[in-house]
């Protein structure tokens, strides 16, 4: 597997790991604080959920592209932590990077697609882990051709992160909950959210008020699916890439399920 490095949209570095001629395309969102590289298998000892889920990914069919997310790796500024760089957008300072993940969307898909890594907008999803599940929903938000979406053990609100916990009220963090944000945008896109029993970074109860939210909706309800593991935390499980993999296949199918 070659990882090839590449630019989109207004000038996003990101990194494409190619499952073959007419996959489908996984846009992988890294959880806090990784840099994309970190995606690529065989991965590194500090980041034990990107690479098996990518792999898998690859091994069942689908290319994948790592964009770095904002506040991360390559963006950002010389000596700054992405809890620095968060934290200064929360508090009102600099660009709003939650909202440039929605927005700067649609660039990216259109480069994905001009770059020849897909053949149009609905042959992509996009998936992510913790963090990077956040940014995932941001990106369904930010543009309606996306077909679908994962979010593995999902970071639904930012307060419960320990960096940012204590900041003040009334700054750009307090509507900057998916809940708050993102529910009239992800109506009528399927949607796969996977939380876990013991996860004391992300705790379930907050994937299941999304979940619980979007399916008082009509238009919604029937298109989201939720799996709560049992005894499982913030952390990579067989049964969640098992459970990926199912539902995928249904939804955005590889070349290979299509033919069957």
């Known amino acids: 597997m070659q990882a090839q490095q590449l630019t989109l949209g207004d000038g996003v570095p990101a990194t494409f790991m190619a499952a073959g001629p007419g996959a489908p395309l996984i846009v992988f969102s890294n959880g806090f604080g990784a840099p994309r590289a970190q995606a690529v298998p065989p991965g590194v000892p500090e980041n034990r959920i990107s ?4 792999l898998g990914l690859l091994e069942a069919g689908y290319s994948v592209l790592a964009p770095e997310n904002p506040g991360h790796g ?10 620095d760089a968060l934290t ?3 508090l009102g300072d600099g660009p709003d990077l939650v909202r440039l993940t929605v927005d700067e969307t649609p660039a990216i898909v259109d480069s994905a697609v001009e770059h020849g890594l897909v053949s149009s907008p609905d042959r992509i999803a996009v998936l992510g882990h913790s963090w990077g599940a956040y940014q995932s929903l941001l990106r369904l938000a930010g543009d309606e051709r996306i077909a679908c979406a994962v979010a593995l053990i999902p970071v639904i609100d930012p307060r419960c992160l320990d960096p940012f916990a204590a900041l003040p009220r ?3 963090l307090d ?3 998916l809940i708050d944000l993102t529910v009239e945008q992800l109506r009528s896109r399927p949607l796969l959210v996977i939380a876990s029993s013991d996860d004391d970074v992300a705790p379930a109860g907050y994937a299941r008020e999304l979940v619980e939210t979007l399916c008082a909706t009509a238009a919604t ?5 939720y799996v709560e593991l049992d005894g499982v935390g913030h952390h990579f499980d067989q049964r969640q890439l098992d459970a990926i993999m199912l539902w995928l296949q249904s939804r955005l199918p590889t070349r290979r399920s299509a033919r069957a």
């Open 51 to 54: 690479p098996p889920l990518v």
């Open 74 to 83: 390559d963006r950002l500024a010389n000596g700054d932590t992405t809890s």
């Open 88 to 90: 200064r957008s929360f």
């Open 170 to 172: 009334g700054i750009r």
């Open 175 to 177: 509507e900057r909950s």
């Open 221 to 225: 309800g029937d298109r989201v699916d």
